[in-house]
């Protein structure tokens, strides 16, 4: 199949515009996890919360988007059961499974699922769209990452929220807008929205 075929198939994502086989897929989940992972590793302390700021979210959400649900799923499952089998490549260089901040791990794992799913409804092609599914991927990560940080450190939910939440809603924005203007500006260049 070539490449122009693909391209032009509803349902596809960026993913999907390179040959078709099980090497690129392979090498696009563990690229995913590998991105991911580095994007850890921009790390900023937010005082009171055991939660830094870091890239990984942006990382996750936008692997999700253009490697669509199945792609993106395996790519944030292999980051997560790599880190948890010891390599230090989670937020700060920690691995492990008992951190505080491992909720959001596994909110990335849902979070990827519903992003990929809506890429591939088409929702990584316009700034709105683009927008909406940022904004949904970020919720499904607190969703599960604010219980986890409460039940793991022994908070209430409001101390978890104000500590694994609030602070964060200004970069994620950030993030989000990033995003709105990469991933619809990446299929317009490439002339295939």
């Given at each position: ?44 302390p937010v005082p009171g919360s055991p939660v830094p700021v ?36 989670f937020a700060n260089g920690t691995s492990g499974a008992g ?95």
């Amino acid at each position: 199949m070539s490449t122009a075929s693909v391209s032009f198939r509803p349902g596809a994502v960026l993913a999907d515009l390179l040959p078709a086989s099980r090497v690129r897929d392979i090498a696009l989940v563990a690229g995913g996890a590998a991105l991911t992972g580095l994007a850890a590793q921009i790390a900023v302390p937010v005082p009171g919360s055991p939660v830094p700021v870091t890239g990984q979210t942006f990382a996750a959400l936008l692997v999700a988007a253009a490697f669509g649900a199945r792609r993106g799923f395996l790519s944030l499952a292999l980051y997560a059961l790599v880190g948890m089998a010891g390599v230090p490549w989670f937020a700060n260089g920690t691995s492990g499974a008992g951190g505080a901040s491992f909720g959001y791990v596994l909110g990335m794992l849902l979070a990827a699922t519903v992003v990929g799913a809506l890429a591939r409804r088409g929702a990584d092609r316009s700034v709105l769209r683009t927008g909406g599914a940022m904004v949904l991927g970020s919720a499904l990560i607190y969703a599960v990452g604010v219980p986890y940080l409460a039940l793991s450190t022994g908070m209430s939910f409001g101390a978890a929220v104000a500590a694994g939440l609030t602070p964060f809603l200004i970069g994620d924005a950030l993030k989000a807008a990033l995003a709105m203007g990469l991933l619809p500006a990446t299929w317009k260049l490439l002339g295939r929205a």
